[in-house]
């Protein structure tokens, strides 16, 4: 095994693999070294290159900084999390198996159900036979072990480590490990043009350009923008004022905030997650925001761009470019 820590010792190896291939040209001999694909993040991580007989398959280092032997072909995958089932899909593989949280196609109700992805059952996981899992850092982080002892190849992303586009940063970069990043690139290509016209939309015919998003609940809790929920303002052009420091920001989609701060940035809309998806509830929950004395001295408030999001506007039941579209219509909206 060799390790390659920087970028001299990169060039050392490659020439000093380079020299006797060149002596010995036209007498291959059937070897070659397993191509290695880096996490994008903004830490360095170390590289382990192994030399063995060439069978299709890669080492890719994951977010845990395991190295995983990533199969050629891929039959039976299984996701542990919504979004990345999502993210299967969209690359063109079919998932044997789905966890409770994913409800946006119809084929993957007849799957065999795996639990809720905070809390999955590692022994229907080996039941359905897969031959790989792709796991959720904050979800499945603490499962690693466990999910090992199953035996075959397991990779963990963290959405923090992929890019700043959650909502579809997880399909493009399973794409890119799984040697299918053409068909994620071009489902990149046809969300971002609709999330760009959806934003000069909002331009045009909006002044808001500052906003929130609140989870619906006794407490204010806000999605931080690292989050598929709270990259929907980002992606519509809108800044999320829910700073990216947070406590808890690494590990929850909805982050404790306050209203003191809420008052300070006074954004220019505030969209509210639903609890349920009864709607004449949502809406008594709505008009006690707008009648709050806590909440009505709010920009927002005054403007009428308060408003409850649509429950099926979440990553685990809706795609991509349906949430995109369901917060533009309620953001343009005149009720």
């Not at 045009?204 to 923008?225: C, F, N, P, V, W």
Request: glycine fraction near 8%.
């Amino acid at each position: 095994m060799v390790k390659i820590k920087n970028k001299q010792q990169w060039v050392i190896l490659i020439i000093a693999l380079m020299i006797p291939g060149l002596l010995l040209a036209g007498c291959g001999n059937g070897e070659g070294t397993e191509e290695v694909v880096e996490p994008e993040s903004a830490e360095e991580q170390e590289v382990v290159v192994e030399e063995e007989e060439s069978n299709g398959d890669h080492v890719v280092i994951d977010h845990m900084g395991r190295e995983v032997q990533i199969p050629d072909e891929i039959n039976r995958p299984v996701a542990l999390t919504a979004n990345l089932m999502e993210g299967l899909y969209i690359i063109g593989l079919e998932p044997v198996a789905t966890v409770d949280n994913y409800r946006i196609r119809s084929e993957a109700e007849e799957l065999p159900k795996l639990g809720v992805q905070g809390n999955v059952n590692i022994e229907a996981i080996y039941g359905v036979e897969p031959d790989f899992i792709v796991a959720h850092f904050r979800h499945q982080g603490e499962l690693v072990e466990s999910l090992e002892e199953i035996g075959v190849p397991l990779f963990v992303i963290d959405p923090a480590q992929v890019g700043d586009a959650p909502l579809y940063d997880s399909a493009l970069y399973l794409g890119k490990i799984l040697n299918r990043e053409e068909a994620a690139l071009e489902f990149v290509e046809e969300v971002e043009a609709i999330a760009e016209g959806l934003k000069e939309e909002i331009r045009e015919k909006t002044e808001i350009r500052t906003g929130l998003i609140l989870e619906d609940g006794d407490s204010i809790r806000a999605a931080q923008t690292a989050s598929g929920i709270g990259a929907i303002l980002t992606g519509l052009g809108i800044e999320n004022i829910v700073p990216e420091d947070m406590p808890g920001a690494g590990n929850e989609t909805f982050v404790s905030f306050d209203i003191e701060t809420i008052a300070s940035a006074d954004p220019d809309v505030i969209l509210i997650r639903p609890s349920s998806n009864d709607k004449d509830h949502n809406k008594q929950r709505l008009e006690s925001y707008q009648s709050d004395p806590m909440w009505a001295e709010l920009s927002a408030v005054k403007n009428n761009n308060i408003h409850m999001l649509p429950f099926r506007l979440h990553p685990g039941r809706a795609t991509v470019d349906e949430m995109y579209k369901m917060a533009a219509n309620v953001i343009l909206s005149e009720d």
